[in-house]
Each structure stands twice: as structure tokens, then as C-alpha cells.
Nanobody, 123 residues
Framework: QVQLVESGGGLVQAGGSLRLSCVAS????????MGWFRQAPGEEREFVAA????????IYADSVKGRFTISRDNAKNTVYLQMNTLKPEDTAVYYC????????????????WGQGTQVTVSS
């Protein structure tokens, strides 16, 4: 079982940037596909971005393409989400996700979740 701890959320003005980090621990943590999901109040949790265990392939939701970048450093067991040109509609709790057998692009792929970090974008 993998354990995930996020950090880096906060309050930012529209057009600004934030970088989220997620540190994974546990057996074979570096061999998991990793991803980010988000959940706004009253909304379902939705996919944001994902990356293969090697870092060679990335996938993004259409709503964040060109603005967000996912990356990972396996030596540090850490995955990052660089968020640029933030919009008020990006406001949500962001969750780190790990998938043992897939790249986590849907809720059913996920084997482990972080506790979440709040991102608030003011207009």
C-alpha cells in the first residue's frame, strides 16, 4: 500500500501560479502511475493530470492542457503539478492519486489517495 502526502496549496489571484507536491512512501512507490484529481464544492471528483511511473508519458484533462504540467522525481518519490495561468474555476481540493496497474485517469484506477490540499483562485 502506498501513502501519499500533498503540499503546496493556497490562495492565489487569477493568472497566478502554484506548484503542488506529493510525496509517496511505501513499498515500490516509484513504480506506481501517479495523478492529480480535484473536487470543487458540490461537484464530483474529476481527473486533472497523470504520469506513468517512468515519467515518459503524461495525460491532461482538456480544461488544464497548456496551463498545468505534471512531472515526477522518482529519486525523491515525489510528483509535482505546476499550475500556471490559474482561473477561478480551478478552485478545488486537489488530491494526489496512485495506481498500481494503470495511469490513474479515472476514480476506478486509483489504489491510494492523499488527504488533499486546497487551491483557491480569486478573481
Amino acid at each position: 500500500q502506498v501513502q501519499l502526502v500533498e503540499s503546496g496549496g493556497g490562495l492565489v489571484q487569477a493568472g497566478g501560479s502554484l506548484r503542488l507536491s506529493c510525496v509517496a512512501s511505501g513499498r515500490s512507490a516509484s513504480y506506481y502511475g501517479m495523478g492529480w484529481f480535484r473536487q470543487a464544492p458540490g461537484e464530483e471528483r474529476e481527473f486533472v493530470a497523470a504520469i506513468t511511473w517512468s515519467g515518459g508519458n503524461t495525460i491532461y484533462a482538456d480544461s488544464v492542457k497548456g496551463r498545468f504540467t505534471i512531472s515526477r522525481d522518482n529519486a525523491k518519490n515525489t510528483v509535482y503539478l505546476q499550475m500556471n495561468t490559474l482561473k477561478p474555476e480551478d478552485t478545488a481540493v486537489y488530491y494526489c492519486a496512485a495506481a498500481r496497474l494503470a495511469i490513474p485517469t479515472s476514480l476506478g484506477d486509483v489504489n491510494g489517495w492523499g488527504q488533499g490540499t486546497q487551491v483557491t483562485v480569486s478573481s
